[in-house]
């Protein structure tokens, strides 16, 4: 993989989303606020002969009103369509990659949001969401209030360990622009820290990252993030045990491998889809040999054993059904495809 620089024409306009929909939803006035549905987070009990399922995906925020204005797609059907499917499969733990709403302080985007999601909550499914950079649009302190509402893991910390079975989850803060220095700081001397433990750590067998920014990506909308590669991937190639980093950001399904480790942007949960560059400036070689525009998805990761099994699950164009489109097959520090 090279790293050599390239900013799509297409992300300067993207750079000015932000203030945009700032402009326009202040101009809207504020909204009554509404009460919020508590997700799930209790972990169950690991059954170490049955193993059990880990669904992770990331981006079903709604397309907002700046980027309509730019002819992005609104995939309100797609987006209840991965929901349903997650729902269906009933995992035992979900992990949302952020960008859950297009602005975290707008509760009609959280009214969507809790529709579509019904289905895992009546499951009663465990969620444990990390923040993306759409959970920053708006007022700071409104928009947490609101995610703080719905879901427990997230209060009072930006970042967290999650522990299911023989595997370890960091679920990371990417956003470090939008972070303290100091923030910033403390969670990669927690990170450092997590992962010598847990390599340590006999009963551990998998240490899996998430994160909602990309390190590699092909995206002609959003770029992969340099400081993600320096502070999360650097640290993740040092361990044995680190097998899988998962990030969002670009609404399309990727895969990247560094040796042993595999690297999944799974941001196909129902925000515009981007187109991927695969030719001119193409700058990952991507495992997985889909169009340009990819479907949207989620990933199953199926724990057994000292197997760790991950299958990416692609909805049809029509919408109607499932099928894998990837799948990653980690066995106690060896790998196969």
Known sequence: MNRIPHIPLRQCAVAVLP????????????????????????????????????????????????????????????????????????????VILGDLVYQADDDDAWAHFDGIAAGVRRAGVPVFPILGNHEYFGNDEDGRRRIDARFPPLRGQDWYELRYGPVAFLLLNTNFDDMTDSAVQRQQRWYVQRLAALEADVAVRHIVVCGHHPPFTNSMIVSASREVEDRVVLPFLDMRKTSLLFSGHCHAY???????????????????????????????????????????????????????????????????GWHIGDSITIVSGSMEN
């Open 19 to 94: 203030v945009l929909a700032f402009l326009l939803l202040t101009a809207c006035g504020a909204e009554t606020e509404q009460a919020a549905p508590e997700y799930a987070d209790r972990i169950p009990d690991y059954d170490e002969t049955a193993g059990g399922t880990v669904i992770v995906f990331g981006d079903p925020q709604r397309t907002g009103l700046p980027e309509r204005l730019l002819g992005r797609e609104q995939n309100d059907s797609a987006r209840a369509a991965v929901l349903r499917g997650i729902a269906a499969a009933r995992p035992d733990l979900l």
């Open 254 to 320: 990727e895969h990247f491998r560094l040796g042993d480790k595999h690297f999944v942007v799974t941001g196909g949960g129902g925000g515009p889809r981007q187109e991927l560059d695969r030719c001119w400036h193409r700058r990952h070689d991507d495992l997985y040999p889909g169009a340009d525009v990819r479907p949207f998805h989620y990933c199953a990761l199926q724990i057994r054993g000292d197997t760790l099994r991950m299958t990416a699950h692609m909805l049809s164009a029509d919408l109607s």
